[in-house]
Structure formats: C-alpha cells, structure tokens
C-alpha cells in the first residue's frame, strides 16, 4: 500500500499569505499555523468553520468579524499538482493507495471539487473526520487498524520530517518528498514502473 500526505505531496499549498494579503512572511504564516491552537482543534474536527474563523483571526491579529475573516480565508486556494490524476489511476491499477492528511473541512472540499481521483483510494484518513493529527503515533496505528495491513507493506510519502520519524516509529517505511517529482522518483525506487505517466 502507499499512503499518501496531501498538502505539499499531492497538493500545492500556495502562498497563504500572499493569498490573504496578510501583512507577514509565508515563513511567519506558517509558523503560525502549525503552532495555532485553534488550527489543531479546526483540523481535529473539535470545532467549526465559523468557531475556527472567530479563533485564527484573533491569532493573526485581525480586527475582523468572522463573516469577513471567511472571505479572506477562502482566497487561499490550494490545488493538485499537474498530471496527479494520471499518477493515481496508474498507481491504482497496480496497489492499494490510501490518504493521511491533517487537514480541515474546508480545504479538504476544495481540493475534492477539483477531482474524482480519491475515489481510487482504498481509504481516506482525513484527520477532521478521524480525530486524529500526525505525527502523533495514533495517526499510524488507526491507519493499521482500519486497513488490516502490517507496517511493512506501507510506503508512507509525507513532506515533513516529523511525521516521518513518526510513521518509522510505527513501522512504516518512510520517505519525505516535496512534490510529484519527488513522489515518481521515489516509486520508481520502490520498483513501480511510472514510464506510461506524462508527469513521470
């Protein structure tokens, strides 16, 4: 099986800053996000859109209703990245593909508008749906237990090091990748043959 990370492996994440023409770095932005109470909670599922909006908004320091805070939120599209759909019905006909992405209900209908290629995943562990957020092992082992596959026959592709460490942990064999190139080179490592896919 290859259990997929979404954003920066499948999806590009933007530029949220930029996007929402906030007056601060993408480094900031992002360092803000990852560390943002209100975040976790949004992409744990423990709360919604317009709590989360109300939430981050006061974290980013933004006099702005929730209402208005949306609007700005929404300009910060995320997209799969070129030629994913192809790598995925490939991959597809050959092994099992699964998804682990920490990721909230919004930007998870985004990207599902954009393709019906995740309908050829096995499952989807979308963590506002399970309740559960990398790197914590937990992540790991409910994915475990819900596909009934050992540790070993899992390739994990994940953009952050941390989660990495943290599938190792578990079991899995990991590998950190920034983008569609990187995920073709390292399949292609693993003996899947990607000659027949435009992006590969």
Same mark, same amino acid.
């Given at each position: 099986?290859?259990?997929?990370? %979404?954003? /920066?492996?499948?999806?590009?994440?933007?530029? +949220?800053?930029?996007?929402?023409?906030? !007056?601060?770095?993408?480094? !900031? @932005?992002?360092?803000?996000?990852?560390? =943002?109470?209100?975040?976790?909670?949004?992409? %744990?599922?423990?709360?919604?859109? /317009? !709590?989360?909006?109300?939430?981050?908004?006061?974290? %980013?320091?933004?006099?702005?209703? +929730?209402?208005?805070?949306?609007?700005?939120?929404?300009?910060?599209?995320?997209?799969?990245?070129?030629?994913? /759909?192809?790598?995925?019905?490939?991959?597809?006909?050959?092994?099992? *593909?699964?998804?682990?992405?920490?990721?909230?209900?919004?930007?998870?209908?985004?990207?599902?508008?954009?393709? !019906?290629?995740?309908?050829?995943?096995?499952?989807?562990? *979308?963590?506002?749906?399970?309740? @559960?957020?990398? +790197?914590?092992?937990?992540?790991?082992?409910?994915? %475990?237990?819900?596909? =009934?596959?050992?540790?070993?026959?899992?390739?994990?592709?994940?953009?952050?090091?941390?989660?990495?460490?943290?599938?190792?942990?578990? /079991?899995?064999?990991?590998?950190?990748?920034?983008?569609?190139?990187?995920?073709?080179?390292?399949?292609?490592?693993?003996?899947?043959?990607?000659?027949?896919? +435009?992006?590969?």
């Amino acid at each position: 099986m290859v259990l997929f990370d %979404l954003g /920066g492996v499948l999806a590009n994440l933007g530029k +949220p800053a930029a996007q929402m023409q906030l !007056d601060m770095t993408e480094e !900031d @932005y992002w360092t803000l996000w990852m560390s =943002s109470p209100s975040v976790h909670s949004f992409e %744990l599922g423990e709360i919604g859109a /317009g !709590d989360f909006f109300s939430l981050f908004s006061g974290e %980013l320091g933004l006099p702005e209703a +929730p209402e208005i805070f949306e609007r700005r939120f929404m300009r910060w599209e995320l997209s799969l990245f070129p030629m994913v /759909g192809s790598l995925v019905k490939h991959l597809s006909e050959q092994c099992d *593909l699964a998804l682990l992405s920490n990721t909230n209900i919004i930007h998870w209908q985004m990207i599902h508008r954009q393709t !019906d290629c995740f309908a050829r995943f096995k499952r989807l562990f *979308l963590s506002f749906e399970t309740g @559960y957020c990398k +790197p914590a092992d937990n992540a790991f082992r409910h994915v %475990l237990e819900r596909t =009934s596959t050992s540790p070993e026959q899992i390739l994990f592709l994940d953009d952050t090091e941390q989660n990495i460490e943290s599938a190792r942990r578990t /079991g899995l064999s990991a590998t950190q990748v920034h983008g569609i190139n990187d995920v073709s080179k390292v399949l292609t490592h693993h003996g899947i043959d990607l000659s027949s896919v +435009p992006c590969c």
